[in-house]
């Protein structure tokens, strides 16, 4: 297991570390240039018109004669050396993997595409070694001539099993993991630890400091003081709108298929924009190279197959998984009340990767999935939940030089979610729908050691439906069609060995509205010592879209956008970190955040029947503003490893009209919250994993007051009347849980691998609070308590071949 | 080596400092405050209501109208005319305790539509303090047309009817539908109000929907409405009154935002979370509503196929 904050945004390709400084940047040009973007296209143009040539090189072989001539402003900046980082088994690439010129200081780390550059180097003999988490290490020498530039792809074989110790032998790898505001969780540790039901990423996620969860049901991730809408979520750099399967309580990525998830908690670069907190960016695999392989797991909820190989020109990935939930429910059906007509859910990725041509690679990337629940209760009346996601990518990546890679992606994605309730023959019915085609561009440019640019472009088309039928009529029927764009610029510069600074502009367009927005992003790393590194980063962000939510049940999650009378929502951000490697097998993470919300734009809480109303009658305004602390400590070495992740927190929100204007809590809004995860081989089989959670009780509001209205000229009935104080004032009592798992790996009848998966969830059965309910039968009033989730015994076995 | 040591114990010392300062919660929960409550409707052309006057108690605590009723307390009612103009004072009495009505022979005064009347409550043992409100009385509205009265049970052709369009405020018009039963046996329940009913009847015999806004209805070209009953709102086979309330605005505050404290509503709030409803009340929690009503009896078969 393996959970290391990470770096860099994704495609973008990560900075080299300069640890020396030979050759002081050539550019240390005023950061934010957009006319730079035209240079570099222009400037790459030139250099493949002057003959810059790649060169197919093996990696176990020594590279002599392969260089061509290059212009003189490369032959200036003396050699170079660039090329894809591949896993040597199944041909994945690596992403953030690191590359060091050894006894030189300069190195790189591999971009979301695997790539990786490391430029000015001197004429002379060099061994490059090639670091990845959890592969064995890899050296090979090289001899550079001035004016060379080495194409150098390499393989990197997967770590064989160690008793004592995990590797994670790259200092600088793990350095380009902790940039201020990032993490990334692996697949590793998404299958490893106990989780209910089956294995998931957000709830892996959820056990990252600053990350919270609303409820044991639900797989929202709340980051920063953020709701579930204010993180991007991004699939193949595809939007997902609703990543949520049963009800919401996990997420629709199937670990199987997902090769890389990289978090930006806060504060995140320019390359992003489109929500006021964070971003979680999910790459799936691209599928074995070189043999066909799979895995096939069977689940106590649903089951998973997943296959993927090579074929004439590339490779193709394709997982599915499937509730498998049909024939306990057949069986009881008829005997118990209440079981549903209908129930599945299930979700399909598919990846092809064309990448035989060397400066080129193309794939397409696919995933839909749907739930759909058809449920009667009581006579004449039930409710049908059909909701899901399609996307649809297409991604060219092209090297228009040794120096500069492009990235080019058309994406399609829709959310569809038609909930309908049907009582005594009266039925309600929604239709939700967002259709979101775009384009993305993105170029990466390294001029020299010191300095990068990254710039790209993001537009498309936005069509929202909202139709609401009542009783068989129209009720009401909006239609949003919406052209954005975005295009930002980002410049990284080291001015000298401790310094790196990230500025970036990121300009937003929103037509309906005619909404122009500026973000600019600013980060700054000072290595303070060789194993301590000071970190600050602030940002604006803009958000032209919210959901309307059901805290309780994702299925009805609707989102709305910004119109005419509806601003977008923006915030700033500032976040302080210091970053300590000082002990050998131990990490250490600090960060500080303060981040403001304003113009936030919610579905009026009090809006019963939205028929007839303008669109920003629909709403309620108002802003909000979330603080606090994480501190992070991870030991990666020995037979015991895991990490202690705690969050001190604060957010509040306000919207006129609600609470006498104050300021006050969410109901997620925990003050302290300690995760530990901790997994220890217990021999070559067998291994064991906890997680333990505690955190402050949920914010909830306590009823002070109550009197009744008996005479009301519709009924006549008595209508029950709560008087509060300050909203969500109070705490329910602590949550605290310990899961624990256990892992056996074995053999599918010797023919192939297998590991059984035995997990229990909530070790203790300590019965959490979610909310209180109030029996107003009762007089006094009685409170109730609705309870989380009890123990839960689960187990998986997953055979791979 | 050192200041690579001493900089994380630094951290530790901060993030200690840090969580002690942290448990001070700023935002506390406050304590139980006593409220005056009002309960009053005014229905166009019916009598000038009575005003239900009470306080509220501490919600751990019994709570019995009569223990909260407050008397003593000086009641008038003030109307004024669409321009404005005041032309009427209604001096209300307790009668009963916490009940204030009309004093005789006012009481027997029906409720003006688009006239305004204002609460004025003071007691004269609390000499700083007062209640106040304001209600404009929706305009009344007929029906045109009685498209269906009589049909079966769920059938396609719901009971439907023609009516003339209020304007209140310039804005549309939310309404209420209430039904009651005037054959309200055991036998005639429909299945889904059956299913509901538990063991007492009792409280189906009136029931009612939500507020249904106005665009929900097809607007004929010359202007009247026409209205579809929904099934929901059918309790028992048999001869039923439909009442269609159009409310002014303090009865639509009260009745969207009071539903969400027990759930109710677009459901958006987190569970837990509880807002005060919205009253338009100046020194009470309550209602002080309006509203005008037309009645329709109708006639709902049962099904000819079960």
Request: glycine share 8%.
């Amino acid at each position: 297991m393996h959970l290391s904050p990470d770096a860099y945004p994704a495609n973008l390709l990560p900075p080299p570390v300069v640890i020396d400084s030979m050759n002081p940047a050539k550019s240390h040009a005023v950061p934010v240039l957009l006319a730079l973007l035209f240079l570099v296209f222009a400037m790459e143009t030139e250099v493949h018109a002057s003959g810059t040539r790649p060169a197919g090189t093996d990696v176990h072989t020594r590279p002599g004669g392969t260089n061509a001539p290059l212009p003189k402003e490369e032959l200036q900046s003396r050699a170079s050396v660039n090329g894809f980082l591949r896993d040597a088994e199944t041909g994945e690439t690596l992403l953030g993997a690191n590359i060091l010129l050894e006894d030189t200081g300069r190195g790189s780390t591999t971009n979301h595409s695997g790539y990786y550059v490391i430029n000015n180097i001197p004429a002379g003999a060099y061994t490059l070694r090639f670091t990845y988490l959890g592969y064995d290490d890899k050296r090979v020498d090289i001899v550079l001539n001035e004016g060379d530039n080495l194409r150098l792809d390499a393989e990197l074989n997967p770590a064989g099993f160690t008793m004592d110790e995990l590797v994670i032998t790259s200092k600088r790898e793990l350095e380009e993991r902790q940039n201020i505001g990032s993490a990334s969780v692996s697949t590793e540790l998404i299958k490893s630890v106990p989780s209910v039901l089956q294995a998931d990423v957000f709830r892996a996620v959820q056990l990252l400091p600053g990350v919270k969860a609303a409820s044991d049901f639900s797989s929202g991730l709340y980051i920063r003081g953020g709701g579930p809408d204010q993180t991007l979520i991004l699939l193949d750099r595809t939007t997902v709108y609703n990543p949520s399967h049963f009800f919401g309580f996990f997420s629709t990525f199937n670990p199987d298929a997902i090769k890389d998830v990289q978090l930006y908690k806060g504060a995140y670069p320019a390359a992003y924009g489109g929500r006021l907190g964070s971003v979680l960016d999910v790459y799936n695999k691209d599928g074995n190279r070189n043999r066909t392989a799979g895995t096939l797991s069977l689940g106590m909820l649903s089951s998973r197959a997943m296959i993927e190989g090579p074929y004439p020109g590339g490779s193709y990935m394709l997982a599915v998984r499937r509730s498998t939930l049909e024939p306990l429910l057949a069986a009881l059906r008829g005997t118990v009340d209440n079981v549903p007509d209908a129930f599945y859910f299930y979700d399909i990725n598919a990846r092809v990767n064309y990448d035989r041509w060397e400066n080129n690679r193309l794939s397409i990337a696919a995933y839909t999935g749907t739930d759909d629940v058809r449920f009667p209760f009581g006579d004449d009346s039930q409710f049908n939940l059909f909701y899901g996601n399609r996307t649809l990518s297409i991604d060219w990546t092209h090297l228009l030089s040794r120096r500069t890679f492009t990235n080019v992606t058309l994406t399609g994605s829709e959310y569809f979610n038609d909930p309908v309730f049907e009582f005594g023959g009266t039925e309600f019915e929604r239709r939700n729908r967002i259709y979101d085609l775009s384009l993305k561009a993105d170029i990466e440019w390294l001029p020299s050691q010191n300095y990068e640019l990254l710039a790209g472009f993001w537009g498309g088309r936005k069509i929202f439906r909202l139709e609401d039928y009542f009783d068989g009529g129209q009720t009401m029927s909006e239609e949003i069609v919406s052209d954005y764009a975005a295009t930002y610029v980002q410049n990284i510069w080291r001015p000298g060995n401790r310094w790196k600074i990230n500025a970036g502009l990121r300009l937003n367009y929103y037509a309906n509205g005619d909404y122009l927005r500026l973000d600019p992003r600013f980060s700054v790393d000072y290595r303070l010592t060789e194993s301590t590194r000071l970190q600050a980063a602030a940002g604006r962000f803009h958000q032209f879209l919210t959901l309307l939510t059901n805290e309780a049940i994702s299925a009805f999650d609707i989102w709305l956008f910004t119109d005419e009378g509806v601003p977008p929502a923006y915030g700033d951000q500032f976040v302080l970190g210091v970053k300590n490697t000082s002990v050998p097998g131990y990490n250490f993470e600090f960060e500080l955040y303060y981040r403001t919300m304003r113009d936030l734009f919610e579905f009026d809480p009090f809006l019963g029947d939205a028929a007839g109303l303008a669109y920003p009658d629909l709403f309620r305004f108002g802003e909000g503003y979330a603080a606090g602390f994480e501190a992070f400590l991870e030991k990666t070495r020995g037979r015991l490893y895991g990490f202690i992740g705690y969050t001190w927190g604060l957010t509040r929100r306000k919207f006129d009209g609600f609470n006498e204007n104050r300021f006050y809590p969410p109901k997620y809004d925990r003050i302290h919250d300690v995760n530990l995860v901790a997994n220890y081989r217990l021999s070559r089989r067998w291994t064991v994993s906890g997680v333990f959670n505690y955190a402050t009780g949920q914010a909830f509001t306590k009823p002070l007051g109550r009197t009744e209205m008996v005479t009301n000229p519709f009924d006549g009935s008595a209508i029950d009347v709560i008087t509060v104080g300050r909203v969500n004032a109070s705490r329910l009592p602590a949550y605290h849980r310990l899961d624990i798992g256990f892992t056996r790996k074995s053999t599918f009848f010797r023919l192939t691998d297998a590991e059984w998966q035995f997990q229990i969830i909530n070790l203790y059965s300590r019965r959490n609070v979610w909310f209180y309910i109030y029996d107003f039968d009762e007089n006094p009033v009685k409170r109730e308590q609705v309870r989380m989730l009890p123990i839960i015994p689960a187990v998986s076995y997953t055979v791979t071949f | 080596m050192k200041p690579a040591l001493r900089t994380p114990h630094l951290f530790v010392m901060a993030i200690m400092a840090a969580i002690m300062l942290a448990g001070c919660d700023l935002y506390g929960q406050d304590d139980y405050a006593e409220q005056y409550v009002v309960e009053s409707y005014l229905v166009a052309q019916r009598p000038m209501p009575k005003i239900r006057l009470s306080t509220t108690a501490p919600f751990n605590e019994t709570y019995q109208f009569e223990e909260r009723a407050v008397t003593g307390a000086e009641v008038f009612v003030y109307r004024y005319d669409e321009n404005g103009i005041r032309d009427r004072v209604y001096e209300y009495a307790g009668h009963a305790s916490g009940i204030y009505r009309p004093l005789h022979p006012d009481s027997d005064e029906l409720v003006l539509p688009r006239f305004t009347y204002r609460l004025d409550i003071s007691f004269p043992n609390q000499n700083d303090h007062r209640i106040t409100a304001e209600t404009s009385v929706p305009d009344t509205f007929s029906v045109r047309e009685v498209i269906r009265d009589e049909t079966f049970y769920q059938s396609p052709e719901q009971l439907e009817f023609r009516i003339t369009r209020n304007r209140t405020n310039n804005r549309q018009n939310y309404f209420i539908y209430a039904t009651e039963s005037l054959d309200p046996l055991e036998e005639n329940l429909t299945p889904f109000w059956r299913d509901a009913a538990d063991d007492d009847i009792e409280e189906l015999v009136r029931i009612r929907t939500t507020i249904v806004n106005e665009e929900n209805f097809d607007l004929n070209p010359d202007g009247t409405l026409t209205l579809r009953m929904p099934w929901i709102g059918i309790a028992f086979y048999g001869k039923n009154i439909i009442s269609t309330f159009s409310l002014d605005d303090n009865s639509y505050d009260f009745f969207r935002s009071q539903p969400v404290q027990t759930g109710g509503g677009p459901g958006t709030l987190s569970p837990g979370e509880i807002q005060n409803i919205i009253y338009n009340i100046d020194g009470a929690i309550g209602i002080f509503g309006s509203m005008s009503v037309l009645d329709i009896e109708v006639n709902v078969l049962r099904p000819p196929f079960p």
